[in-house]
């Protein structure tokens, strides 16, 4: 095992500890469907507004085909208090569309397939696969994920996807996921992009960027 698996290792355990119960999505969702709905409408928006919302909107559009059928205007009512909202609703109406009309109704679960979705890009594709599917093919790399994995492993780069081919390289695949969430609760918690709170972290005595070793 090499010297980042066994930091990663180290890092993992310390943080499922630490946020036991933060290890999934907090979008709300019972099925893929409104996991991909959710998770298009967080964009640049917290998941506690996007839960406020969804409630009446999977009422209003339970499945693909009800959205397909529908105008972007008319989702306004519904995701009008989230940011982008009318970019959301063409997004999602078109999503449908694809879905009911080439996945017969059916969300698929790869990122080369969800990729190819509106307003769906590798961040979004694979919350979805990992939270709905319960597998890995990539890591949802989120603003939290690039402040933490710089300070924590000093990488000098915002490209997501970067950071990404490099996490998925030392993490162990059946980590991948829970990654994720354990570095949005650290980045939620104590590791905030404006400030860091290195004495209330439980990475402060190993992590080379800690101001309260």
């Not at 590791?191 to 990475?203: E, G, M, P």
Request: glycine content about 4%.
């Amino acid at each position: 095992m090499s010297g980042a698996e066994k930091s990663i290792e180290l890092v993992l355990r310390r943080l499922k500890k630490r946020y036991p119960d933060e290890m999934h999505t907090s979008l709300n969702h019972s099925n893929p469907w409104e996991l991909l709905v959710a998770t298009i409408l967080s964009a640049q928006t917290t998941d506690a507004q996007v839960d406020r919302v969804t409630p009446a909107l999977f009422k209003k559009v339970p499945n693909p085909k009800s959205m397909a059928k529908l105008k972007p205007k008319q989702l306004y009512p519904y995701v009008k208090t989230l940011g982008l909202y009318r970019v959301k609703a063409k997004h999602l109406v078109g999503t449908a569309k694809i879905l009911h009309e080439h996945f017969h109704d059916r969300v698929p679960n790869t990122i080369a397939e969800l990729t190819m979705l509106p307003g769906v890009g590798r961040k979004t594709a694979n919350v979805v696969i990992s939270n709905a599917f319960n597998a890995n093919e990539g890591i949802a790399i989120d603003t939290h994920c690039i402040t933490v994995a710089n300070r924590l492993f000093l990488y000098r780069t915002k490209d997501a996807k970067r950071i990404e081919e490099r996490m998925t390289r030392v993490v162990p695949k059946s980590d991948w996921g829970n990654l994720t969430h354990l570095f949005i609760a650290l980045g939620r918690d104590v590791c905030t992009a404006r400030k860091k709170y290195c004495s209330n972290c439980v990475l402060k005595d190993i992590c080379p960027s800690s101001d309260a070793k």
